[in-house]
């Protein structure tokens, strides 16, 4: 059984630029939930998505978006990057059926100059 | 408020037992993990514990969890270099969504 795959693993833009990332999930999951992890603010939440709706939000500015595919697939999107939205951008899937095992992809890290 | 707290560095000999520990705030939290994240890769769930059970043992891995004090601990027995990570412990309270609620994370050093 695949693992979550998260891509690109790796990414350099500039300030201004947008950015999409990947995530596909394990088979048969259907929730996705993007998490930021810099140094200085350890894991943040950014938001999850359950059957393409979006379910819960954390406290990122509208410049954060996502969405998710009917083959459970998600994406996110930052526009208009700035340099403090460089970090391990973690992409997390689960069953979606509340509280269940979350199984995080490698993460593609994020670096805005 | 979504506070988990855990102290940011613990070092331990080679063969000790290592304890890590986590307070959270919410009463309402359900499920309580403990993640391992290794030097440039994602989180690997090591373990997770229902808010009704006292403790859960897993090979090396003992989780106790004190619901009255909000307390959460890990403790892994004789502890190896492979063990050597930073240990996240996590929350999640909500039966509407799977937002998870994490700690900063305690960095594990192992001493030869």
């Known amino acids: 059984k695949a693992g979550v795959t998260q891509t690109p693993r790796y990414l350099i833009k500039t300030r201004g630029q947008q950015v999409t990332l990947s995530c596909s999930p394990i088979s048969g999951h259907r929730s996705v939930s993007w998490y930021q992890q810099t140094p200085g603010q350890g894991l943040q939440f950014l938001f999850e998505?359950?059957?393409?709706?979006?379910?819960n939000k954390g406290n990122f500015p509208g410049r954060f978006s996502g969405r998710q595919f009917s083959n459970s697939r998600s994406e996110m999107n930052v526009s208009t990057l700035e340099l403090g939205d460089s970090a391990l951008y973690l992409c997390?899937?689960?069953?979606?059926?509340?509280?269940?095992?979350?199984?995080f992809g490698q993460g593609t890290r994020l670096t805005v100059v | 408020g979504e506070d988990v707290e855990q102290s940011l560095f613990l070092s331990v000999r080679e063969g000790d037992s290592s304890v890590i520990n986590c307070t959270y705030t919410d009463s309402s939290s359900t499920y309580l993990y403990w993640y391992k994240q290794e030097p440039g890769a994602g989180l690997q769930l090591l373990t997770y514990?229902?808010?009704?059970?006292d403790m859960k043992q897993d090979q090396r891995l003992t989780v106790l969890l004190n619901k009255k004090d909000k307390h959460l601990s890990l403790r892994i027995a004789d502890t190896q270099t492979g063990d050597s990570a930073i240990y996240f412990c996590a929350e999640s309270r909500s039966a509407r969504d799977d937002k998870i609620i994490f700690g900063k994370g305690t960095r594990l050093h192992i001493l030869p």
């Open positions: 998505y359950f059957s393409e709706t979006q379910r």
């Open positions: 514990i229902f808010s009704n059970m």
């Open positions: 997390a899937s689960s069953l979606g059926n509340s509280n269940t095992e979350a199984f």
